[in-house]
């Protein structure tokens, strides 16, 4: 069922036993777990069933600390979410991504790979993905792997025609939870506004929070400022340890061995290092995107290895008449270490149209981002080099410390932390059941739940950990509360 | 495709020509040494010792 507003689903019989709150990859995947368990559950959709101003003006938000993206472009607020702008790059956390680095504060999953990997196959339905190519290593410290390009799923396109014919799922459009009502135990309703009113409260026994890497701890923080800490009764963590995936073009080289390079259908290659040559340098988990620029013959020589130094470069470029550019460039992104003063705040003077404050981004990279960037891709080129894969050279604003450039890639829009997951209550929001602590019956969905980040794109193993939930909640539900 | 050992050869060759340019002497000055014996890093450049040092290496 689908109903357009919030007016038209209370005149409905629908009684739900879960209310997930946003209809994106996360909140979806949830609702069909829940589904498929026979439990009725109705999803909440802030935006409409396309793109909206007046729905999206809600993601505005300010960045303190590094350049980044504007908050309302980085992320989509209408039915299906961030998919509707998803690249459909694809790839899993390794199981190294979930243990703790002795060297890196805040490291460490409570639960391993081996807990999501389960619902890999139900994941790989539910993005339409192919079965993904084993890594292959090149050398002791560096594997070859497959970013899986896949045709991105539109959630709103994919899932409109079953969600409509759903007796288990009501989606419910144009409706916002303004904030969840919790008496320090349990939620005890969501206040919620449909077309821009007031629409009362709605009240089921579960909530699942699905609103995306921002908006989860947006939510969660000042529901939990309406309601004195009844939300979220262990709050020093709330909207911390947010985390980014930093891009950057770093270097540039030239390839000899193309064959285990084993370049992409659009020239691309991956490479990621083991955990030991991870701990050797002490830096924190990354890819190197190797972006090929093919050339033939004399040229492809001359280009590579002229470039050694721009001098040599400007002679041969003079002598030959050649018009020279480098045969390859180096892509660089990494994981983030998880730091508390990163985070998620309310802004104290900023609110949108519902009157909810918006959000202040604080984020800054650090010293260990710079290491990691730095040291990964010498230590990459140092494989290269050995194993006579090219030669790279490392741009100098990365081996100089300059500023942080503004005109790449910057980050990923990869929105990750801020109700992370732990078993210390201090440092973390959910439980390795994605529950809130302290509480019976909230749920938090997305990327939000990260504890870290891992190199890695974060829509598949995100997904798979919604799924993982709505598996888990939908056992709740049949078994009783006791049971959560 | 895979370089066949002609290949290399002509790569080394040319690497050789370029090294012998008085560029090179500006080079020695940047040479910074690595973890490893095998690596050097010139100019930003991870190179193999034995790019820069021929057969000395």
Request: charged share 25%; proline share 4%; hydrophobic share 40%.
């Amino acid at each position: 069922m689908i109903f357009q507003d919030a007016a038209a689903f209370q005149a409905s019989s629908f009684t739900p036993r879960v209310c997930v709150i946003g209809s994106g990859p996360a909140g979806l995947s949830v609702a069909l777990k829940l589904a498929a368990a026979k439990v009725p559950c109705v999803v909440l959709e802030a935006g409409a069933d396309e793109w909206t101003e007046d729905a999206q003006d809600a993601y505005r938000g300010d960045v303190i600390g590094d350049h980044y993206f504007d908050l309302d472009v980085t992320r989509l607020r209408y039915f299906g979410g961030s998919s509707n702008h998803w690249a459909g790059w694809c790839r899993v956390l390794d199981a190294h991504d979930f243990e703790p680095k002795a060297y890196v504060e805040h490291t460490g999953w409570p639960i391993g790979r081996g807990d999501i990997e389960p619902f890999l196959d139900e994941t790989r339905d539910v993005l339409d993905l192919a079965p993904f190519q084993a890594d292959r290593a090149i050398s002791s410290e560096f594997r070859w792997f497959e970013m899986q390009k896949s045709h991105p799923v539109r959630f709103r396109e994919k899932y409109a025609p079953l969600l409509a014919e759903s007796r288990m799922i009501a989606l419910v459009l144009n409706t916002q939870v303004d904030e969840l009502v919790g008496d320090g135990a349990a939620v005890t309703a969501a206040r919620i506004r449909s077309r821009g009113a007031e629409a009362g409260e709605l009240v089921a026994p579960y909530f699942v929070v699905a609103t995306g890497g921002l908006e989860n701890s947006r939510l969660l923080l000042w529901s939990n400022e309406r309601s004195n800490g009844g939300v979220v009764p262990h709050a020093r963590a709330l909207g911390r340890y947010w985390m980014e995936h930093p891009m950057f073009e770093v270097g540039m080289g030239f390839v000899t061995d193309t064959d285990t390079m084993r370049f992409d259908a659009e020239g691309d290659a991956f490479f990621t290092p083991s955990a030991e040559a991870m701990a050797a340098r002490e830096v924190l988990n990354f890819h190197v995107q190797v972006e090929s620029m093919p050339y033939h013959g004399i040229k492809k020589y001359i280009a590579g290895t002229a470039c050694m130094a721009p001098e040599s470069t400007q002679w041969v470029a003079e002598t030959l008449g050649l018009r020279l550019t480098c045969a390859s460039r180096l892509h660089m992104a990494w994981e983030q270490p998880p730091r508390e003063h990163n985070r998620v705040s309310l802004s104290t003077t900023e609110r949108d149209a519902a009157g909810i404050p918006r959000i202040e981004l604080h984020w800054r990279k650090d010293d260990l981002d710079r290491r990691t960037m730095l040291e990964g891709i010498r230590m990459f080129g140092e494989t290269f080099a050995r194993n006579d894969l090219g030669r790279i050279r490392i741009s100098d604003w990365v081996r100089d410390g300059g500023d942080w450039p503004d005109d790449m890639e910057i980050a990923g829009n990869h929105h990750m932390g801020g109700t992370r997951m732990g078993e210390n209550r201090a440092t973390s929001v959910v439980d390795a059941n994605c529950k809130v602590h302290g509480m019976a019956n909230l749920y938090v969905a997305g990327s939000s739940v990260f504890a870290t980040s891992g190199q890695c794109t974060p829509t598949t193993s995100l997904t798979a950990l919604a799924l993982r939930l709505g598996d888990h909640l939908g056992r709740v539900v049949v078994a009783g509360p006791s049971k959560a | 495709m895979k370089q066949n050992a002609d290949d290399r050869l002509k790569r080394r060759t040319v690497l050789a020509a370029l090294l012998a340019l008085p560029a090179f002497a500006l080079l020695h000055r940047v040479i910074r040494p690595t973890a490893s014996s095998d690596i050097v890093e010139v100019d930003g450049w991870i190179l193999k010792r034995s790019d820069v040092e021929g057969d000395r290496a």
